[in-house]
């Protein structure tokens, strides 16, 4: 045991007199979650179109209110107005506007004669998700101007739809949370734990602890329990923060905390094993940059954080069936989104317990105690 | 022999790939003896002592080290032996005092005993003022005292340090000397040390092997390997207007053992060179030479390792280039 703690506190010890990691390592998930709850928040707003009227008859001025009823409600876009065609299309060309609106001067005459009026609309397909938007608004915006008025009260037929929430209400920035903690768990193992042992290897330090009496599961194992603790710690922090920022409740209280943490602690080990497995034999910094990128994305885009898992083809929804992550962030959105207790998430821990108890296996398996 | 042995090596190789590192090695070294190997950069001194370590698996042949063989019981040689490898490995964010302890505890020593013994290592390798201080802050000579006082910590019977003085300055160097012998003083410590330096291996060795390319080419005392060598000091000239029937004459003087010719001077190997140098230096001239300039030296290592190489331990080392070796640098480069 002696041996073991020594090997915790030396890595430990080394952790504590690199502040500069820790803050990164506590900084980067919180701005990730700032950045990516503000930058897609699933809608569009305040996108700059510009329109010409040059026919200004009762049809055009119909469709600019509907234009303008967006404009004043969702926000999607806001509306300049211009008098010089060319102009408006250059603009879109320069990147000033999303879209340029032109409304012809036939426009209402061909729209009472039934002569198939035309509005032309051009768009910066360069931005898909913003002009395939646009042009959407823009469409139901020339129906309804085509279609007579009714309104939706006086239409008897109609069924109505009413939704209702199953859970309360998650917003897109609440649901970004496990995410967040799962990206934290991942930064965190993948700079201690392993990455330790890759560093030392590198600057020729293993070379002292190798020529010592410990054991492979010493030197694998008190790695493991000093990124363990530091992971679980930031892990926990970043937990609390992104709680405090997006404003979930956790009503049911210590035992949902309790659940929380098992399944951050869980998913550390279970990260940690997997890393020593992964660089166990790696000798340079550098590879462990390079495959920190690759793993980041193949462990977190399909992990079901970002986009439902549901909707993946059926390879990569095979993919997700082995992906700790993917547990991982089922059993976090089961416990802060429906109140799951620890028995609805049994399933989530028993295969991350299984996998970290496959993982740490191999890992001790395959660590070479010679240089 | 009666005496018993710490370290046995019979006909160990080691191969990486096509490079033969170490080539059929065999030799003993004695309880509390102080053996070195003398050889140039990548002649194979840190494959052999990673293999006597437990560090490298030999390709073939076997080592026994205190006992035990390296390959069979590599667990029981690790707690019998300090190793100080050739690069830094003390942790620099860590401070003299906590790297010591760690240490200690790798091997399982009781905190009482620990403590004793940390502050005796301490005080003798004079860093007991700076013990709390960050290991980033030492001197690289600082740095490889504690070193030395770290695998000490568990009193091994063998010492091993690859190149202890490599990169530092001649004061620093000076200092472990001092050390390695007050170390020795102690009977029961066998200390096993690798260098390039042959004033190291002179100064401090009882018996040396010299080293080159992987195989052992002379091993002995510091003064048996000299006597086996012609004359006793080496003058070196060098000439203009050189001729073969130079060479001739001045090998046919009594006090003239050899003469060798370089590419831009002729080394002699004569008896009592300064006082013969005159003589010499007329022999030549007579001969139609010109003297531009002599130098004498008393016999060293240096020759021994030229004597049966052709080549000096420097030209090697030049050509090696010695950046790869300084405070901290990757071991990966300077193996
Ligand atoms: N891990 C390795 N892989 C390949 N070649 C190596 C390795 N380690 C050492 N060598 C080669 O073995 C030879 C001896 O190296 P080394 O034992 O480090 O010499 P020395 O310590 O005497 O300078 C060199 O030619 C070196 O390039
Ligand atoms: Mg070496």
Redesign the interface.
Known sequence: M??L???I??DL??FK??PVVLAMSILMPIIYLVILGNSFQGKLQALPVVFVDQDAGPSAKRFMENLRAVEAGPKTFSLLGSKDPKEAVEGVKKGIYKAAIIIPSDFSKRTFAKGRPEIGLFLDNTDGISSENIRNIVKSAVKATNTEYVAIRENPGEAIIRDIDLYSKVDYYQSLVPGVVIMAIFLGTLTTGAFNLVMDR????D????????SKSHIVGGLIISGLSITTLIAVFIFTVSMLITGIPLSRGLHQCASIFIIITLTTLCLLSLMFVILGRV?HPRIVGVLSGFLNVILFFPSGAVYPIASFPGWLKAFAKVNPEAYAVDALKAVLFKNAGLSVIAGDILFLFCFTALMMTLSILTFK??? | MQEKKAITVSEITKKFGTITAVDNVSFEVAEGEFFGFLGPNGAGKTTLI?ML?????PTSGKAVVSCCDVARE??AV??A?G?V?Q?M???L??TGY?NMD??G????IRSKERKERMRYLLDMVGLTARAND?VATYSGGMRRRLEIAR?LVHKPKILFLDEPTIGLDPQSRRVVWGLLEKLMEDDSLTIFLTTHYMEEAEALCKRVAIIDAGKIIAIGSPDELKSQIPGNDIVSLSLAGFTESIVEKAESLPFVHRIVVEDDYIRAYVDSGAKNLPMLIDEVRSSGGTVLSATVHEQSLEDVFIHYTGKTIREEEAKKVSFLVGP?I???L?R
């Open positions: 002696t041996r703690f020594a090997v506190e030396r010890k080394k007199r690199n590198f600057l020729g330090m070379e002292s602890y190798l020529l010592t009496p410990l000798g105690r010679t240089l | 990673r370590t437990t560090l490298l698996k590599p667990a690790r707690r032996i190793v490898p690069a490995t003390s942790d964010d860590l906590e760690i240490y505890r790798f091997y399982g960050l695998v901290g990757p071991q990966k300077g």
